[in-house]
């Protein structure tokens, strides 16, 4: 069986260790030197990036998160064994795991590592399909003939560069398709390599729960099961047609994956369809001062992110969830597109005023969308708003400022609400 040394790369026959270097960390597949499609996911990236410049963090458990009143970003992996999740609560972080160091994101340095491993990753292939920053499709297809080894080797030699050039890990899920690379890549975290054949797609998938589908979130869980759906094997019972006939599009989809198809291509193209940021309240608050304050910074967040990008965008999005979890989402189109802080937050302002009233509310999210290229377009707000140009030239301004100084040089007093 073709087997692959993941520590020296020496390629073998089999064995459960390398003949070279007697290393254990072995990965055997018998369609290990034909597959190209691959997924890379960095290990609890910003934990990971926190320990690796704060070398005092190493063997303790690291929270990044943004405070009492917010939620975890990444759990390293030693506060995951506590049951500390993304996403989670941080009060509820902290009374599972409350000998936890608390870390605040610091995105740009997070930004950094992720331009030093796409520029890693360029090197193998111009095929990548970025997901976030610390994880990405690549499809090496003519990797052996390119570099004179098959996809597996060079995927090793990666992390083997991200390990000892950046002090980063990363797992990689080798497949024959998007869904199945991305779903071997959560198989052995941390540092795993993990391998999904053609020939055993079928037997991999069977027992496994439709939640292992990625976009079949609690809700669609719920409905699923509501018909007898649990598990890929309740999925295959169904005939194509009566899938389609009862979850329409979603239920085609799910006939192909249940049997391991997936036609998209990687695509190094695919274009970013909407910027948001979002927050959640540690208690629910109805209080439109406090509120405003987010609406704020969620918009100059949203706004730093297009600039960054080059993307403005022509329509603005408010979300809120209510105490009971309810969602509530308003839209309005602009008549041009923008990147502007101002004209963001006063459109989102805008948008909450429909809203406001229906409160508390635990989370609220500022987003753009309908995205263009910012070089020719800068709409200004209202055109009777006198002031709309005179906040905008005082934003640029803002901006050169933070490029030089930071972005702490200089807040708005609102932020501070």
């Known amino acids: 069986m073709p087997s692959l040394c993941r520590d020296c790369l020496t390629q073998f026959d089999s ?159 080798l497949s024959h398709n998007k869904f199945l690379a991305k779903i071997a890549s959560d198989q052995d975290k941390p540092r795993g390599f993990s391998v999904i054949g053609k020939r055993d797609t079928a037997s991999f998938l069977h027992d496994k729960p439709v939640t292992i589908i990625w976009g079949v979130g609690r809700a669609g869980q719920a409905t699923l099961e509501s018909v007898g759906i649990r598990t890929i094997a309740d999925l295959l019972r169904w005939e194509r047609r009566d899938l389609h006939a009862r979850f329409g ?34 208690e629910d608050t109805a209080d439109p001062d406090i509120l405003d304050g987010h609406i704020w910074r969620l918009s100059d967040k949203v706004s730093s992110r297009a600039k960054a990008k080059g993307l403005s965008g022509r329509v603005v999005t408010l979300k809120v969830k209510r105490s009971n979890h309810a969602i509530l989402t308003r839209r309005h189109s602009l008549r041009g597109p923008t990147q502007l802080a101002d004209t963001i937050y006063h459109e989102a302002r805008a948008l909450y005023d429909q809203v406001g009233q229906q409160g508390p509310f635990r989370l609220i999210g500022v987003g753009i969308s309908d995205l263009t290229s910012a070089e020719h377009t800068d709409f200004i707000g209202d055109l009777l708003d006198a002031g709309a140009q005179r906040r905008a030239q005082a934003e640029r301004a803002t901006d050169a400022i933070r490029e030089r100084y930071g972005r702490d040089a200089i807040r708005k007093g609102r932020s501070l609400r």
């Open 15 to 173: 064995g459960r260790r390398c003949p070279d270097c007697g290393s254990p960390r072995i990965i055997a597949h018998p369609e290990l030197l034909d597959l190209s499609i691959a997924h890379m996911d960095c290990d609890a990236f910003y934990a990971s990036v926190e320990k690796r410049d704060n070398p005092e963090l190493r063997d303790k458990p690291v929270i990044v998160g943004g405070g009492q009143r917010g939620v975890v970003t990444t759990a390293c992996y030693i506060a995951r064994i506590k049951g500390v999740r993304s996403a989670m609560p941080m009060f509820q972080a902290k009374k599972l795991c409350p000998e936890a160091i608390i870390v605040k994101p610091r995105f740009q340095a997070y930004t950094e590592a992720s331009r030093a491993i796409r520029q890693m990753m360029d090197e193998l292939t111009p095929e990548i399909e970025p997901l976030s920053l610390d994880e990405a499709f690549m499809d090496l297809t003519g990797t052996l003939k390119l570099h004179g080894a098959p996809p597996a080797v060079m995927l090793a030699r990666l992390i083997k560069r991200m390990q000892s050039e950046l002090g980063l890990s990363g797992s990689i899920g």
């Open 249 to 282: 599009s979603m239920g085609e989809r799910l006939w192909h994956l249940a049997r391991g198809e997936d036609r998209r291509r990687v695509s190094a193209s695919t274009p970013i369809k909407s910027i948001s940021n979002e927050t959640t309240f540690f």
